[in-house]
């Protein structure tokens, strides 16, 4: 079994920062890729930012300069990094993780449980 679990988000006022982690664990064979997707009330799911195991990363264009994803392979972990926060940034944040678990041989798709994140003075 999987788990994908998410931790920080919170309110903050426009201009702030907030640090978002997660971490994959369990039986896993392998970890593809991590990153996030966001959604807003009334909105679909957008991508924010992913990175994959060699390092590439790649960010929605609305984040480019003010967010900043990393990794550390070792832990499975993702962290986001969200700087020069605006009221358009609130939306429930979901992590995934692309990876291949040690009962199978393709990479499946693991959503952790959301945390939101609230931009507002």
């Known amino acids: 079994q999987v788990q994908v679990v998410e931790s920080g988000g919170g309110l903050v006022q426009p201009g702030g920062s907030l640090r978002l982690s997660c971490a994959a664990s369990?039986?896993?064979?392998?970890?593809?890729?991590m990153g996030w997707y966001r959604q807003a009330p009334g909105k679909e799911r957008e991508l924010v930012a992913s990175?994959?195991?060699?390092?590439?990363?790649n960010y929605a264009d609305s984040v480019k300069g003010r967010f900043t994803i990393s990794r550390d392979n070792a832990k499975n972990t993702v962290y986001l990094q969200m700087n020069s926060l605006k009221p358009e940034d609130t939306a429930v944040y979901y992590c995934?993780?692309?990876?291949?678990?040690?009962?199978?041989?393709?990479?499946?798709?693991?959503w952790g449980q959301g945390t939101q994140v609230t931009v507002s003075s």
């Open positions: 995934y993780a692309d990876l291949i678990p040690r009962t199978g041989w393709t990479p499946v798709k693991y």
């Open positions: 369990g039986n896993i064979y392998s970890v593809v890729a």
């Open positions: 990175v994959r195991s060699g390092g590439n990363t």
